[in-house]
């Protein structure tokens, strides 16, 4: 009886190890996120200034050569463009899609739909330097948060576990 005992509490303890760690992940796959749509965002610069493709086959290359969570963004934006304008297909894209940003990541890079696809190249361009350097701040405040949390839930997560483990026994 003892042994079993034993043996519940460290699986209660490995739990909320466990918790704490995925707890902690988030704010990793937002830094990830973020970098990876600033990577996707040089793609869209570069193909719009050298290429002129059409923003469809712009966003269907990004969504073939990005992370899942951007990939999905594009793809989307892609799929909603057959039906709406481009600025209005990429905020829907951006609202609709899971990911791991945050409310204000979602407003920085919705800031590139002004432009998108209404005005002549060198607007989209600067458009999209601009949101680029709106998105370096905010990967730079996520590097900060993450700094900050990813240990606190970690350790957060193997204390309450302790406690709850030494509380029972």
């Known amino acids: 009886m003892i042994i079993i005992k034993y043996t519940m509490l460290l699986f209660l303890l490995l739990f909320t190890s466990i918790l704490g760690i995925m707890l902690s992940k988030k704010y990793t796959y937002r830094v990830q996120e973020l970098k990876n749509m600033q990577n996707a965002l040089n793609i869209l610069e570069n193909k719009i200034r050298f290429t002129y493709e059409p923003l469809n086959e712009i966003f269907n290359y990004i969504a ?18 057959e039906k709406m304008s481009a600025s209005k297909a990429w905020e829907e894209a951006i609202d609709t899609t899971d990911s791991y940003l945050n409310k204000e990541d979602k407003i920085t890079i919705k800031m590139l739909s002004k432009l998108l696809g209404i005005t002549d190249i060198e607007g989209q361009i600067s458009q999209i330097e ?36 030494i509380i029972l026994i």
């Open 130 to 165: 601009i949101t680029k350097s709106f998105l370096k701040k905010q990967i730079d405040e996520a590097e900060k948060e993450k700094q900050k949390n990813e240990k606190l839930y970690k350790k957060l997560g193997f204390s309450i576990g302790t406690a709850i483990v």
């Open 64 to 81: 073939e050569n990005s992370s899942r969570n951007i990939s999905n963004i594009f793809k989307v934006a892609k799929k909603k463009m």
